[in-house]
């Protein structure tokens, strides 16, 4: 259960650009419903340096229409086209998805997803888990509980930025037993890598109740939309793959989580949906934002139980004051 300080309300110092909906050279919104592939072709190329999205899984959702799992790919591969010439060449795309399931069969969809960036010159960087503990209990086989992000970038010049991500090492009082260094701290005073598995609260929305006081209630993020991303897992890529005022891009934004994320770092952004509602509320978050009045769960600080010396901050790292005390 999480206490309700952990939810932030967030403010911002200056006032709430424009939202366009199409693409201009001055714009740091833009928000536009029509078809994704369609819209992305009015977007200058070598623009993005974050493509971050979660397609359609061809599940059934509200919004989709099931198809076969070929025609399935089929169709993305237009929009694919428009999104590797869109992205410049310190760029990154990251594409979030599950499973497609049939007659109880099993599709992982980032398998198959793989060879169509593949195909188009694109390196994966990293096959991102993203691990959550709630959902669906299958009879027939194990219950799922991961999603993946496959992190392509356009060529070997990516931008990289471990620092702003880094989370809390176990160990931090660990000290190199040889070498040179020996007897020195081997970690990072900023932290340790977080790895490629990620535990960011998922698809159990509707089930985590949240404490806060005298009311109960769902993840503060959520909305109508059934397959929202939370905000801090698109920002944990914002600030890893991009710098201020880069473009950040999500052609199926949905209610905008993405474009959130992108804002609070001060990224330029543009969201694509078909759908009028989740575009009109993708829209009022972003006003909701700006005035201060969103509700975002802070990006995760990973937490640790101290065990022995190791997992104390070493001296070295500490302020004088800290040192003192
Ligand atoms: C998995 S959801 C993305 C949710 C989003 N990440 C969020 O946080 O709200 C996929 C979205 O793609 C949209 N969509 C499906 N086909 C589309 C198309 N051809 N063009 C634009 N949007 C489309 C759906 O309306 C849906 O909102």
Not at 1 to 5: F, G, I, K, Q, V
Not at 59 to 67: C, I, Q
Not at 181 to 187: E, I, V
């Given at each position: ?5 952990q ?20 714009s740091r919104i833009?928000v ?6 369609k ?19 061809n ?9 076969s ?5 089929m ?19 990251c ?20 060879s169509?960036?593949?195909k188009?010159?694109?390196?994966l960087?990293?096959?991102i ?23 392509f ?15 809390p090492?176990?160990y931090?009082?660990?000290?190199h ?21 990620w ?23 959520k ?7 939370p ?12 710098d201020?005022d ?49 509700p975002?769960?802070?990006?995760e600080?990973?937490?640790?139980v ?5 997992s104390?901050?070493p001296?070295?790292?500490k ?7």
């Open positions: 259960m999480r206490e309700a300080s939810l932030s309300l967030l403010t911002t110092n200056g006032g709430m650009p424009g939202i366009s909906e199409d693409f201009t050279e001055q833009v536009h419903r029509g078809d994704a592939c819209f992305m072709q009015s977007v200058p190329s070598n623009t993005a340096t974050l493509i971050i999205t979660s397609p359609p899984y599940v059934g959702k509200a919004y989709e229409t099931r198809r799992i070929d025609e399935y790919l169709g993305q591969e237009g929009l694919i086209d428009e999104l590797v010439r869109v992205l410049n060449d310190q760029g990154s795309i594409w979030q998805v599950g499973n497609f399931v049939e007659d109880g069969e099993v599709f992982p969809l980032d398998i198959l997803y793989y169509l960036f593949k188009r010159g694109l390196k960087r990293n096959r888990v993203w691990h959550y503990s709630h959902g669906l209990h299958p009879s027939r086989r194990f219950s799922g509980r991961y999603e993946t992000i496959l992190w970038s356009k060529g070997n010049n990516h931008k990289f930025n471990l620092d702003p991500v880094r989370v090492s176990k931090p009082g660990k000290r037993y040889k070498g040179p260094n020996r007897g020195k701290p081997s970690g990072n005073p900023l932290g340790k890598n977080p790895s490629d598995i535990e960011i609260v998922a698809n159990d929305w509707n089930e985590e109740i949240w404490y806060i006081p005298n009311v109960k209630a769902a993840h503060p993020e909305t109508i939309h059934p397959s929202q991303f905000v801090e897992l698109v920002e944990r890529c914002v600030l890893a793959l991009t201020e880069d473009w950040v891009i999500d052609p199926y934004c949905g209610v905008g989580s993405a474009l959130i994320a992108g804002l609070k770092q001060e990224r330029k952004v543009i969201g694509c949906d078909k759908e009028t509602a989740y575009i009109e509320i993708a829209k009022e978050r972003i006003r909701a934002y700006y005035k201060g009045m969103l975002i769960r802070p990006i600080r990973e937490l640790y101290p065990q022995g010396k190791v104390q901050v001296d070295e790292w302020s004088d004051e800290e040192n003192t005390n």
